[in-house]
């Protein structure tokens, strides 16, 4: 689908039908070839953003699936860099792109769940992209709690969001159309595939980190289509 080398619609189907986590496993080695994957573009547009050079001693990477934000974390981070996934597959995939990655930063893997990670204020930088849609709205509180534990004081959460989009845009029409399926389909097979779009929107994301103790400077206009709805969130650890 969509790339001669990325899963076939059958494929992508039995992704939907298993756990998220199994899902990804069994995607892992076409994932690269998918739109789900951020793209190298838009990464290369958010990397002036995260810090220069070897200004933070060790950098994490929420749900980092085959690694595509470790490769622009990775010179930033003087000592390591850290990729935490739930998804052994998408972390077996992403160690096979580390030779590649500019920087000299050691590279390590965590299987974890993004929503319980096992740091504490361990790292100056933290990103998760494309990954928005797979915490559970009941889980937000958690899953921001939990990346501000794992960053030291000062240390900062980048991410992306957007605005909600007009209810009469197709946009809204079609994101509220996929969810409805996707909770129809966890209703009746479990366990269920967690993917949901229009989460962590803001303004109401704001809010949400500044009850963990994030101070938030929203940057806006930042990119060219196809990514201009998309808005960088970075969010510093102040207490
Ligand atoms: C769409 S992929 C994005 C991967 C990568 N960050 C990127 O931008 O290309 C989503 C990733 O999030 C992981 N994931 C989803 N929910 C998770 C959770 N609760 N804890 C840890 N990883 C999770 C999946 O295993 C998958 O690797």
Not at 100 to 126: I, Y
Not at 168 to 188: D, I, K, Q
Not at 203 to 221: A, T, W
Request: proline share 7%.
């Amino acid at each position: 689908m969509y790339h001669p080398k990325g899963p076939t619609f059958l494929e992508l189907m039995q992704q939907a039908l298993s756990s998220t986590t199994k899902g990804y496993d069994l995607l892992a080695s076409k994932f690269d070839y998918t739109p789900f994957r951020t793209p190298d573009a838009l990464l290369d547009r958010i990397a002036p953003h995260l810090g220069a050079p070897g200004s933070v001693a060790r950098a994490l990477d929420v749900c980092c699936g085959t690694g595509a934000g470790m490769r622009v974390l990775r010179p930033i981070a003087r000592d390591l860099v850290v990729g935490a996934d739930f998804s052994r597959g998408m972390m077996e995939e992403a160690s096979t792109h580390v030779p590649s990655w500019e920087g000299a930063a050691k590279v390590a893997f965590v299987q974890a769940d993004a929503r319980a990670l096992p740091f504490r204020r361990a790292f100056g930088l933290a990103t998760c992209f494309g990954a928005n849609g797979h915490i559970p709205v009941t889980d937000e509180q958690a899953f921001l709690r939990s990346v501000a534990q794992s960053l030291e004081m000062g240390g900062r959460f980048v991410f992306l969001s957007a605005r909600m989009p007009p209810v009469w845009s197709r946009s809204y029409l079609v994101s509220r159309g996929f969810n409805a399926v996707m909770h129809a389909r966890n209703l009746v097979l479990k366990p269920p595939f967690v993917m949901f779009y229009l989460t962590f929107l803001l303004p109401e994301v704001k809010r949400q980190l500044e009850v963990e103790g994030f101070e938030v400077e929203i940057r806006e206009g930042l990119f060219e289509p196809p990514f201009s709805a998309a808005i960088l969130v970075v969010a510093t650890r102040v207490r």
